[in-house]
């Protein structure tokens, strides 16, 4: 999920290409104003920690939507995490989103499922009816993921 700061920076389509180009396939994608519960329910693990109030009241204030997307292919859960780098900006690699694009924990730009338990908690959150997930294949999808 690009969060809204990544959208008011203009940063949609250069997070989208890091995906494409790395191979990825995009089978779900939308921009949603998170209600303040939608919010909270996402962020339900961190209910207990200090930051959780002005974190809803940021993903939630309407200043900018979210861009909701799913992403298949091989590994994607944990390669979106290590694409996204460290929570906090000044820990992420040069390399990853984080890392070149952010200073700060509470504007990292983007959200990434961290398990498979929670792809599929948040798959189902933002994308609850039935036909938001677009089963299709790639042309190039042997050429980027075939082992042989
Ligand atoms: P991640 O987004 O890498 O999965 P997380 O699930 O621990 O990280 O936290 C969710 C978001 O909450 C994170 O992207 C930014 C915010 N956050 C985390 N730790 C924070 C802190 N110590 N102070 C302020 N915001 C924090
Ligand atoms: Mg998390």
Same mark, same amino acid.
């Given at each position: 999920?690009?969060?809204?700061?990544?959208?008011? &920076?203009?940063?949609?389509?250069?997070?989208?290409?890091?995906?494409?180009?790395?191979?990825?396939?995009?089978?779900?994608?939308? $921009?949603?104003?998170?209600?303040?519960?939608?919010?909270?329910?996402?962020?339900?693990?961190?209910?207990?920690?200090?930051?959780?109030?002005?974190?809803?009241?940021?993903?939630?204030?309407?200043?900018?939507?979210?861009?909701?997307?799913?992403?298949?292919?091989?590994?994607?859960?944990?390669?979106? &995490?290590?694409?996204?780098?460290? $929570?906090?900006?000044?820990?992420?690699?040069?390399? $990853?989103? &984080?890392?070149?694009?952010?200073?700060?924990?509470? &504007? %990292?730009?983007?959200?990434?499922?961290?398990?498979?338990?929670?792809?599929?908690?948040?798959?189902?959150?933002?994308?609850?009816?039935?036909?938001?997930?677009?089963?299709? $294949?790639?042309?190039?999808?042997?050429?980027?993921?075939? %082992? %042989?």
């Amino acid at each position: 999920m690009i969060k809204p700061d990544g959208v008011q &920076r203009g940063l949609i389509g250069k997070i989208i290409n890091r995906f494409e180009e790395r191979g990825y396939k995009l089978v779900a994608l939308k $921009t949603v104003a998170p209600s303040k519960e939608m919010a909270e329910r996402h962020y339900a693990d961190l209910k207990n920690k200090p930051f959780f109030p002005s974190l809803v009241e940021y993903m939630s204030n309407g200043a900018a939507p979210v861009v909701a997307m799913v992403w298949e292919g091989s590994d994607v859960i944990r390669q979106g &995490r290590a694409m996204l780098g460290a $929570t906090s900006p000044l820990d992420a690699a040069s390399g $990853t989103l &984080r890392g070149q694009y952010c200073v700060s924990i509470g &504007r %990292n730009a983007i959200h990434g499922s961290d398990s498979f338990e929670s792809a599929e908690k948040e798959i189902g959150m933002w994308f609850p009816q039935a036909g938001e997930l677009i089963s299709w $294949t790639p042309a190039i999808w042997n050429w980027v993921m075939s %082992n %042989n």
